[in-house]
């Protein structure tokens, strides 16, 4: 059974820093990419960041202040989240992930599977 556990979310002042975690069990890790998601109140769920096969892509919005990470042998994904805004507010998932010739996608197997995500709530 495939499955995700994100941690690490937690309420922090703006300009300050978390890392959130994923563990992945229950497929081959090594063999797909990874991403995260994040859904903000009252919107959709929306891409953040995605690695895989050497390559990494940001969503513009986090560019330069996101950074995702793997480790292999720990099946697990990282977000470290720095100089987070207001508007980082959202609660955050983890999948799995492939590269397209359109982006970065999830494949298609591992759609019905979300964890629970963590929240992240950035406030003064």
């Known amino acids: 059974q495939v499955q995700f556990v994100e941690s690490g979310g937690g309420l922090v002042q703006p300009g300050g820093s978390l890392r959130l975690s994923c563990a992945a069990s229950?497929?081959?890790?090594?063999?797909?990419?990874m991403s995260w998601y994040r859904q903000a109140p009252g919107k959709e769920r929306e891409l953040v960041a995605c690695?895989?096969?050497?390559?990494?892509t940001y969503a513009n919005s986090v560019k330069g202040r996101f950074t995702i990470s793997r480790d292999v042998p720990k099946n697990t994904v990282y977000l470290r989240l720095d100089n987070l805004k207001p508007e980082d507010t959202a609660v955050y998932y983890c999948n799995a992930a492939v590269f397209t010739t359109r982006a970065c996608e999830i494949p298609p197997e591992f759609k019905p599977y979300w964890g629970q995500g963590t929240q992240v709530t950035v406030s003064s």
């Open positions: 690695i895989g096969g050497g390559t990494i």
């Open positions: 229950g497929f081959a890790f090594s063999s797909y990419g």
